[in-house]
């Protein structure tokens, strides 16, 4: 026997409206059925216990298609990724996953990050209750690119894995990658801002194809680094599935991502901190402060420009916030992305789909991912609030009464289930 849950508003991931009073049955980890409350009998759902939630908006587990677990957002991360001990990132990737579960985000897709590996297997047999997890592992790089300097996240630390500079190294990777068991393949196409403003290419359109090509041949999708119209161009020339970042867009090149089906994230929550929180010093005189604070700026306008024509050409936009991989941004603050992309000009019910069916498709997961939807899995939360009318809700603890993973209560909010239905049960 599952259970069933009287909800007052429900967003179902797919419409565009809210549905009013509903009734929602879960078994077995799924959404059974669904139908509006008080026409005529469930049938055999009838006498299934029920929680009350009428004061509440339902909507699929939320997802965030690009973090970083292992990184934390502090000043000194060099230093802290230096001197890790076995084990240390992946201790980080759990606390931080525990914050983002604790915020409704269900599902993450890290786009580069070796401890996670590990976590997202322990996760997956439900010893810890933490969003389930698609690794890219380790990002691939040219050397002296992207991922592999200082401050960035694997090759260096890793005895430079991930670095390849040839069509067959980067096959060599990719296939070494697959072996280990990744989800989808991480390449870096570009540099990030901080360098040439508009982020030169750094890997080859022949690079890039032999990613694809090992990874496509199995199935596995491949997510493109990608700041820069040379790099972007790049990366759509070799079939690549998605553009992280995404800025200096071009209207032609927004037109060949549709006709491509390419994704856009656009990453434009760190862009937002960037220019409303600065950067940490790390040794910057004040100069090179106010220069990265420009080159943030003019990044940003460029994202919010490359946005205009992903939308005007009909490219499909995905929630990512790239939590991990800049300042002052926190693990747990990935609904910051969803308000950035209302800034941009979704809707907030188009952002909420941008960080539910849409991103689940993105991940090859459109089947049974992000949706409220008889036979997909009920990953959802339950908020006292309602996103459609103001996304800013997403971004307060106080506003999340519940969040259920595989229809199993993962976090209580206060307040939720009053009354005879016991979440011990679930
Ligand atoms: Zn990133």
Same mark, same amino acid.
């Given at each position: $026997?599952?259970?069933? *849950? ?9 419409s565009?409206v ?6 929602v #049955?879960?078994?077995?980890?799924r959404?059974a059925w669904?139908g509006?409350a ?7 759902y009838?006498?299934w216990?029920v929680?009350d939630?009428?004061e ?7 997802i965030d298609g690009?973090?970083?677990?292992c ?9 802290v990724m230096l001197?890790?001990?076995?084990g240390?990132?992946?201790l980080?990737a ?8 604790? &915020?409704?985000?269900?599902?993450v897709?890290d786009c580069?990050?070796?401890g996670?590996?590990s976590?997202?297997?322990?996760g997956?047999? !439900?010893?810890?209750? /933490?969003?389930? /997890?698609?690794?890219?592992?380790y +990002? /691939? ?8 300097r200082?401050?960035?996240?694997? #090759?260096? =630390?890793l005895?430079?894995r ?9 096959r060599?990777?990719?296939r070494?990658?697959?072996k280990l068991?990744?989800?989808?393949i991480?390449?870096n196409?570009t540099?990030?801002?901080? !360098? ?5 290419q750094? &890997?080859?359109t022949?690079? %890039? ?12 999708r491949?997510a ?11 990366s ?7 553009i992280?970042?995404g ?9 060949? $991502?549709?006709e491509?089906g390419?994704?856009l ?5 760190? @862009? ?7 950067f940490?010093?790390? +040794?910057?005189?004040?100069?090179e402060? #106010?220069?990265?604070?420009? @080159?943030?700026?003019?990044?940003r306008?460029?994202? =919010?420009?490359?946005m205009?024509?992903a ?5 499909? /936009?995905?929630? !990512? ?6 300042p002052?941004?926190?693990?747990g603050?990935?609904?910051?992305e969803?308000?950035?992309l ?6 907030? %019910? #188009?952002?909420l789909?941008a ?7 993105? &991940?090859?997961r459109g ?11 009920a990953d =959802?939360?339950?908020?006292s ?7 800013? *809700? @997403?971004s307060?603890p ?14 209580r ?5 009053r !009354?005879?239905?016991?979440?011990e049960?679930?």
């Open positions: $026997m599952g259970y069933m *849950i009287r909800i007052g508003r429900l967003i179902d991931g797919l565009d809210v549905l009013q009073d509903y009734l #049955a879960v078994e077995d980890g959404f669904m509006p008080g026409e005529g009998n469930p049938g055999e009838g006498d216990p929680l939630a009428r509440y908006t339902m909507m699929p587990g939320l690009h973090v970083h677990l990184n934390d957002s502090v000043p000194d991360r060099a230093a001197s890790d001990v076995p240390a990132a992946t980080r759990l606390r931080n996953a525990e914050r983002t579960l604790e &915020m409704g985000f269900t599902t897709r580069a990050g070796i996670v590996l976590l997202r297997d322990a997956g047999r !439900g010893e810890f209750a /933490i969003p389930r /997890i698609q690794s890219a592992g +990002g /691939i790089c040219n050397t002296g690119g992207h991922m592999d200082d401050r960035f996240f694997n #090759a260096r =630390f005895d430079n991930g670095v390849a500079d040839s069509p067959d190294e980067v060599r990777v990719t070494e990658l697959l068991g990744v989800d989808f991480k390449v196409a540099r990030g801002f901080g !360098g040439k403003i508009r982020g030169h750094e &890997m080859t022949e690079e %890039m194809s032999a990613a694809t090509e090992v990874a496509h041949r199995v199935g596995k491949v493109s680094h990608a700041m820069g119209t040379d790099g972007i161009r790049a759509l020339d070799a079939r690549i599935d998605s992280e970042h800025f200096w867009l071009t209207p032609d090149l927004a037109d060949q $991502m549709a491509q390419s994704y994230l656009p990453t434009a929550a760190t @862009l937002y901190r960037n220019v409303t929180r600065g940490y010093r790390n +040794g910057m005189t004040d100069e402060l #106010a220069r990265m604070h420009d @080159l943030a700026a003019s990044a306008e460029a994202m =919010f420009q490359s205009e024509y939308i005007d050409s009909g490219v499909k /936009i995905a929630v !990512g916030s790239d939590m991990g991989g800049g002052f941004l926190h693990h603050e990935n609904a910051t969803m308000e950035q209302v800034e941009g000009g979704l809707s907030a %019910m #188009a952002a789909k960080g539910t069916s849409v991103v689940a498709d993105l &991940m090859d089947d049974d991912l992000g949706r409220v939807a008889p036979g997909y899995l =959802f939360l339950l908020t609030k309602d996103p459609t009318e103001d996304i800013s *809700i @997403l307060e106080g506003n999340i009464a519940g969040v259920f993973l595989e229809g199993r209560l993962a976090k909010g206060r307040n939720l289930c !009354g005879p239905w016991n979440p049960h679930v």
